[in-house]
C-alpha cells in the first residue's frame, strides 16, 4: 500500500498502483503473491472482497468486508433475515428453474 493505492510490484520493482476504492473484487491466482496486513484492511474498508484462487485456479476462500455500507454485504443479511416462507419459495424457485 502506498498512497492508500494497491501497489503490485515484481522483484521489488513497483509495476502499476490501483486505488483501492476503484476496486470491487480482487482475484488472487498466482502461488507467489504475498500481500500484507494493510492491503487486506484497506480492500475491506473500501468496500472490495479478496477471492484466493487453488492450484486449480478455481476458487478456494474469500475475504468480505463487514460493513452494512457494502452493497454484497447488504445482500448477505437480506439473505439471512429472510422468512422461512420466502426462503421456502426462493428454493422452489430454484430447483424449478425459474428464477427470474
Known sequence: MRQRQLTLTRDGVPVA??????????????????????????????????????????????????SRHCQLVQRIHEQIDATAARKKRIWQQLVRGKIS
Open 17 to 66: 498502483s490501483v486505488p483501492c476504492e476503484d476496486l470491487g473484487t480482487l482475484i488472487v491466482d498466482h502461488p507467489q503473491t504475498t500481500y500484507t496486513h494493510a492491503v487486506l484492511r484497506d480492500l475491506a474498508t473500501e468496500g472490495a472482497s479478496l477471492i484466493v484462487c487453488g492450484e486449480d485456479h478455481l476458487p478456494v476462500g474469500v475475504l468480505l468486508p463487514f
